[in-house]
């Protein structure tokens, strides 16, 4: 398994390949940060009120869906607790579409294409 920051608001077109590669090859991608830590607003974006899920179980969902191991971090229990039901919902390819329609280029950490 190899280890990225692969989240809705970043989906390049490198990271798309290399988890295409992956999957080729028998590798997992395990998505690490997939809430951006936090950042850039993707916890408050809508993208779970069609589901009736809250965004963090909706980013699981999608990962889980694409084949990718998550490992979201949180320190409220209540939170914690949530991550468990982002395995009682499937979403549609139109959801699937939808949120990798998100992307934003934005970053939490260097972009490793561009590090010399």
Excluded: H
Aim: hydrophobic share 40%.
């Amino acid at each position: 398994q190899i280890r990225t920051r692969y989240y809705p608001y970043v989906i390049s077109k490198s990271t798309e390949e290399m988890i295409a590669y992956m999957k080729t090859n028998g590798v997992v991608a395990e998505a690490y940060a997939p809430f951006a830590s936090g950042a850039g607003g993707l916890l408050k974006d809508p993208i779970g009120a069609k589901c009736g899920k809250n965004v963090g179980q909706v980013i699981l969902r999608w990962l889980v869906q694409q084949g990718c191991i998550a490992l979201p971090k949180s320190s409220n229990f209540k939170r914690a607790k949530g991550i468990l039901e982002a395995f009682d919902f499937k979403l549609s390819e139109d959801d699937m579409n939808a949120i990798a329609a998100l992307d934003k280029g934005f970053r939490t950490c260097p972009d490793p294409n561009e590090i010399p």
